[in-house]
DNA sequence: TAGATTGTTAATCGATTAACAATC
DNA sequence: TAGATTGTTAATCGATTAACAATC
């Protein structure tokens, strides 16, 4: 990687979704390609693909393009997706049910290892192999286990103090659903994916659409 | 609204996190903020609060800042929050049924009024009082009924044909949480919930992190 | 070698921040 | 009125696009 220069998020939040169209081309057996073709497919311009990408190192080779399984690699290995990663998963609900079931997951190496509810109900119930824990023992777990990643799937009031019980308990990634912002030390990284903000950027472009 | 100039997505993106704020104030019964004191809660500069409203009216008043309750509903105007959604789920696996279960978003006026699958163990499961239907009846559906979204919640090999069959049914908008980017005619609104790529940027940062 | 296409610098465009006059 | 704080213009910053020399 390009030494110290701090990366622009927007450049990163486009990876992963070059990692996806790298990928469907990799199926189809495509060997290489280059920016300018990729920018057809993808609707990014030439140039800022091979900006883009030229942050990370120079993939490409001048008169050929890029060969796409070397890219896809690379990016993932600038994603972090040659790793493992076990996660819990805090609020069992629907849900929580519903990652802990999205077995994709598996493939790329992200691996449950956990579920946790303070719901009596819901405690003891297995979800796809992995038996929902009382909440009270999430600190023990964590000093147990080696958990990288903490999935907040709790409603808002829930969400804060879950991601304080996360942090002691040493996880390095935060991944919160819960429909509020949380604030986490700086060393945790915090990714949001706050459905209901989605949900509500769509009825505004469904309102203004001519 | 400011006559006809194009306002930024980045603009709208910021609108559902200010209406949250606004939301969680209005609870606390705080009924006026000014911009430099909601920056302070919200990590914006007061300059961009100032600038991200004003592009929508001026609901603000010199001396005094914003009336906590009349810019949650603005607010809430803009994003088209004070209209009834009815939206449909195609794919009833995990995620379409988390989503079924969010009973959450019956209180912003968003009802979920029909499922459908492909799948035959799933057809004729009823999900929070919605019976999963045989995704072969979805364009009768759509003929017979208005609907308002389409939810894709099946896996991204069919992700493209479901948005079609809801374009020629006419919703408005697709929410699409399938890992795959589909096209939709220019007058369809369409919002992307990727959670893949959510998590993958998610581990950049952990792996990033000093 | 000639053609193609990258990597990279420079130019442009757009978004954020600063500043301040208007005004409640 | 004086103080506070907006709305808005101007300045800055950063991201995207264009251009082209380097090179495979």
Redesign the pocket.
Known sequence: M?DHE?I????IK?LPRYRRYLEDLLKKNVDR??????SIQMG???????????NF??????????NIKELYNQIGIILGLNQEYKMIIVGSGNLGQAIANYTHYYKEGFKVCAMFDINPRLIGLVINDIEVMDYNLISEFLKANNVDIGIICTNKDSAQEVADKLSEGNVSGIWNFAPMDIAVREDIALENAHLSDSLHSLTYHMLHKK
């Open positions: 390009k701090k622009s998020s927007a450049v486009r390609i280059s920016s300018s073709e990729l990014y311009t030439a140039s800022q693909i091979r900006q883009d990408l030229n190192g120079g993939f490409g080779q001048q008169g050929y393009g890029y």
